[in-house]
């Protein structure tokens, strides 16, 4: 079983920064890819980004390329989401998963573990 713990949301104006972690614990996330998404009231899940176990690749949604960068440290079993540039409809809960395989993936049904959510907020 993994456990996944969000942290790090909050309330920031536009324009501001946020980085979110994602810590697991229980059986970790080594050899896992890890994603983030999020979901604004009233809307789909929407993918975010994913890197890979070794933390060599990553892949992004073209709304967050360029202003978000996905990170992570195995030693701390943590995955980070640094979050700049930040706009009013990047208002949502952020979740991070992680994935049933190894490779990328951007579709939420490849992932198996998720975290409770974390809540940012952008005010304009």
């Known amino acids: 079983q993994v456990q996944l713990v969000e942290s790090g949301g909050g309330l920031v104006q536009a324009g501001g920064s946020l980085r979110l972690s994602c810590v697991a614990s229980?059986?970790?996330?080594?050899?896992?890819?890890i994603g983030w998404f999020r979901q604004a009231p009233g809307k789909e899940r929407e993918f975010l980004a994913t890197?890979?176990?070794?933390?060599?690749?990553?892949y992004y949604a073209d709304s967050v390329k360029g202003r978000f960068t996905i990170s992570r440290d195995n030693v701390k079993n943590t995955v980070y989401l640094q979050m700049n540039s930040l706009k009013p409809e990047d208002t949502a809960v952020y979740y991070c998963?992680?994935?049933?395989?190894?490779?990328?993936?951007?579709?939420?049904?490849?992932?198996?573990?998720w975290g409770q959510g974390t809540q940012v907020t952008v005010s304009s």
């Open positions: 998963a992680r994935s049933i395989g190894g490779a990328l993936s951007s579709y939420p049904g490849e992932y198996n573990y």
């Open positions: 229980g059986r970790t996330f080594s050899s896992r890819s």
């Open positions: 890197i890979s176990w070794t933390g060599d690749t990553t």
